[in-house]
C-alpha cells in the first residue's frame, strides 16, 4: 500500500487503544477510492512480483497432491499419499487434491485473492475493511471466481473465518515499509487463521538505508526561508495595522515550519547514481514469526562507506525489499524479490523515503559514515513515524565529523 | 474560516450524531495549525471587515454608559443613568462603566477576542477547540490583555461560561457561506449564552448566485476523458497481463471521476467579467433568529438575465456576503459589510465557488434563466455539501431550452 491522506493526529501509539472510527476516517478511507487502487495496480514491478510469486510456486495454493499429477506423478500413489495424509481422513479424493485454503489480508480490489483462485485454491477469503470489499465482490464474480473467493466487509481483528488457512497473502508495505502499520493487522491475521504448516505471502521484508545526494534539500531550505520572512513581515503589518503583536508566535510558528519543510521524510524516486554510499540493513523480519512487539520500535547501529569521490552527503534513502520463499518446511519453488531500492526502470509508487540533512556535508570516497538509526510510533498517531538519525563521520583523510542527531517525521 | 482538509466521509447528516473523535481527525485538526491561521490573519479584506466592525462600533464592545462619558456626556448624569440600569445593583459605579461581555466562537490565534478586549470589553470568553487555544492564550498574554480575555479549550457545545454575553463575535463562514456547518455551533452558543439584549457580529449573511463564464470547465473535461482513456488502457493490459477482467469497474470507476473531475464544486478566484449574468440571493440569514432547521436545507427558485452578448453560460458562481448592523433595538453606528463577491482587488481566501456545466451553453444578452436550486448536508459527513442546479432559458429570441438538472458536491 502506498500513501493515504493524513489530516490529523488522533489515536495511540503502540499498544494503545485506537478508536476505530477516528482510524476509519484518517487511513481507512481513501483505499475506499477506486483512483486509489488503480494506482497501486498499474505498479508492475508490485503486480508482476506477487502475480509471479503465486504463479510460480502454485504448489502453495494449489495443494501438492494436485501438483504432483500436474507433473506426472502416479495417480495411484498420490492417492494412497493422500488417504495417509492426516488432514483428510474419509474425505472424497477429488476433492481434496485441490486442498488450499488462502486468506488475503486487506483485499482491496481483489488482485491478489482472484490471482489465487486462479492458481488453484479451494477457498479464498478475501478481507477488506472499506466499501471497496463490494467491488472486490463484483470483481470476483465477474472472473467466475465467486465459488472460490467469499470477499468478508470488516477488519481482519474482528471477522470470523469458518477455518484457518494454508495461506496469509497480503500487500500490507507502507513507506519505508512500515509507514500506515498494517503488518499488525498481518500478524494479528496470522495469529489468529494460519494453520501451523501455513505460509506467509511475501515470508520476508528487510527495510535499507544509504546515504544519498539530492537537490530537494536546497529547495526546502528555500521554502522554509521565504516561508520565514513572510511571517516576519506579516508580525510586522500586523502589528502597524491592526495593533496585535504576534510576535510571541514567531517561535511556535517557526517550529511548525521546520517540521513541515525540513523534518518530514519526502517521497521520492531517487537514481541509483544518488546513492552515494554502501547500502545497510535497517530490519529484517521473518513475516512467520515477528510480533508487534518487534517492530514498535526499529533500532539499527550500521556502518556505511562513502563510494563517490568528492560529494554531498545531502541526507538518508530509505527503502524496503520483501520475498516470497515460502516456510523451512515447504519452500518456494523459486524465491520471488520485490524490491523498491532506487532504480532507473524498475520504480514503484513506493519510490523510497528521503531524509534530508541541512545544510550537507562534503564527503569523499572511503569516508565512514556510523549511522544510529531508530523509529517509533507516533504517539497521536500508530500509523505515522516518528525517526531519529544520529551520525558519526570518520573520513578517509582529516578531522572526525563528531556525532550530529536529526529527528525526522514520517507523515 | 476557509478550507479543511476531508478525508473521510464518516458522521451524520443534519440532526444526527456526530463523533466527536472523527469530527476532529476530519475537520477540526487543520485550524490547529499556524500556518492554516495565518492564512485566514493575512487576508486583508477579512481583517479589515471585523477589525473596522469592531472598532467603529465601540458601544457594543464598550458600554453606553463609558462611550457616552468619552462622548463629554455629565458624568453624574451617566452616573445615575449606570445606577437605574437594571443590570447592575449596588455595584461600584466604575466597574460598570466598562460593561460588555463578549464571547468569541473559535477563536482560532484570538485575534477577534484581542480586538473586542482592545475596543473596550470588560470580559472575553474566547473558546476554541483545538489546540490552538495555547497559541491564542500565549497571544493574549503577550499583547497584556489576559485580565480581560479568557481563553477556553473546548468544543462551544460542551463548554462553561460564568455568565451570559453581550456580544457573541465569530468568524465562521466556510465556502459558499455554509459549507463546514460551522454556523450549527454559533447558533448554540446564541441560544446558551447570549443576553436577550444582545448582539451578533456578523448580524446578517446571505448567499448569492450568478451565471458565469469560465475556461476550467473544459480542461476538467479534458483531465476527465484522459483519465477514462487511461482506464480502458488499464483494463486491457490488466487482462492481457494478469489474466483479470477489470471491466465490471468501469462503471464505478466512471462514476467516481465523473464525480471528482465534473461534480464537485471548484474554488475560484473569479474575475467580475466572467459573471455573465444579474446575481440573486439564494439565502438570506438573520444570525440573531436563525435556527438550525432553517440551514439544513436551503432552497430558492431564482432567475437570472444575461447581461454579456454572445457569451458561454459554463456554470454558477456562489459567494456571500455577512453585514455587521447590531439590532434593532442596539444598532451599529455604521454598517460594515464583507463580501466575497468577485473582485478585482477585494478578492478573500474564500474565492467564490464555481460549479461547472459540461459542455457550456451558448447564451446572449437578455436570455433569461429560470434556475431552482437546493443544497442539503451530504449523509456521510454534515459539514459537506449536495447541491442540486435545475435551469431553464429562455432565450430573447429563439427556442426554449427546457429544463436541465445538474448535481454537484461541495467537498
Redesign the interface.
Known amino acids: 500500500m502506498g500513501s493515504f491522506?493524513?489530516?490529523?493526529?488522533?489515536g495511540g501509539g503502540g499498544g494503545a487503544v485506537v478508536?476505530k472510527?477516528?482510524d476509519?476516517?484518517?487511513y481507512f478511507?481513501?483505499y475506499g477510492?477506486?483512483?486509489h487502487q488503480?494506482e497501486m495496480?498499474?505498479d508492475r514491478v508490485r503486480?508482476d512480483a506477487y502475480?509471479n510469486a503465486i504463479f510460480v510456486n502454485k504448489q502453495h495454493f494449489t495443494g501438492k497432491f494436485w501438483e504432483k499429477l500436474l507433473r506426472g506423478h502416479s495417480a495411484l500413489l498420490v492417492y494412497c499419499e493422500v488417504l495417509a495424509h492426516s488432514d483428510y481422513p474419509g474425505k472424497w479424493p477429488f476433492n481434496v487434491l485441490v486442498v488450499k485454503v488462502v486468506l488475503d489480508v486487506g483485499t482491496g480490489?481483489g488482485?491478489l485473492a482472484?490471482?489465487s483462485a486462479?492458481a488453484g485454491a479451494r477457498k479464498v477469503y478475501a478481507v477488506e475493511a472499506t466499501k471497496m470489499a463490494e467491488?472486490a465482490r463484483?470483481?470476483v464474480?465477474?472472473?467466475n471466481l465467486q465459488d472460490v473467493v467469499e470477499v468478508i466487509e470488516g477488519s481482519i481483528e474482528d471477522i470470523t473465518l469458518p477455518e484457518k488457512v494454508d495461506v496469509i497473502i497480503s500487500e500490507w508495505m507502507g513507506y519505508f515499509l512500515l509507514r500506515e502499520s498494517m503488518f499488525d493487522s498481518v500478524i494479528c491475521a496470522r495469529d489468529r487463521w494460519l494453520k501451523p504448516t501455513g505460509v506467509m505471502y511475501p515470508s520476508h521484508a528487510r527495510i535499507w538505508v544509504a546515504p544519498i545526494r539530492s537537490g530537494v534539500g536546497e529547495h526546502k531550505m528555500g521554502d522554509y526561508q521565504s516561508?520565514m520572512d513572510d511571517?516576519c513581515d506579516?508580525v510586522d503589518e500586523?502589528k502597524t495595522?491592526?495593533?496585535?503583536?504576534?510576535?510571541?508566535?514567531s517561535k511556535?510558528?517557526a517550529e511548525?515550519?521546520k517540521k513541515?519543510y525540513l523534518q518530514t521524510s519526502l517521497w521520492n524516486n531517487l537514481h541509483p547514481n544518488q546513492v552515494i554510499g554502501s547500502t545497510a540493513i535497517l530490519k529484517e523480519i521473518d513475516c512467520l514469526t515477528a510480533t508487534v512487539n518487534d517492530i514498535l520500535e526499529v533500532r539499527a547501529d550500521i556502518c556505511s562507506s562513502i563510494t563517490l569521490e568528492n560529494t554531498r552527503f545531502c541526507g538518508y534513502g530509505g527503502w524496503f525489499d520483501v520475498h516470497f520463499r515460502g516456510r523451512k518446511e515447504d519452500p518456494a519453488q523459486q524465491e520471488i524479490e520485490l524490491t523498491t531500492a532506487p532504480s532507473v526502470d524498475n520504480g514503484t509508487h513506493w519510490g523510497q523515503q528521503v531524509f534530508l540533512l541541512h545544510p550537507p556535508i562534503r564527503v569523499s570516497e572511503g569516508d565512514n559514515l556510523s549511522v544510529s538509526f531508530s523509529m517509533n510510533r507516533s504517539n497521536e498517531n500508530h500509523r505515522l513515524m516518528e525517526v531519529d538519525f544520529s551520525c558519526e563521520i570518520q573520513p578517509v583523510s582529516g578531522k572526525l565529523i563528531p556525532r550530529f542527531s536529526n529527528k525526522f517525521y514520517i507523515e
Chains 1, 2 share one sequence.
Open positions: 491522506v493524513n489530516s490529523s493526529r488522533n478508536d472510527g477516528v476509519f476516517a484518517q478511507c481513501t477510492f477506486l483512483y488503480k495496480l498499474c503486480m502475480f480490489s488482485i482472484i490471482w486462479q467491488h463484483a470483481l464474480k465477474a472472473n516561508t511571517w506579516f500586523t495595522y491592526y495593533g496585535v503583536d504576534m510576535s510571541v508566535l511556535p510558528f511548525e515550519q513541515y
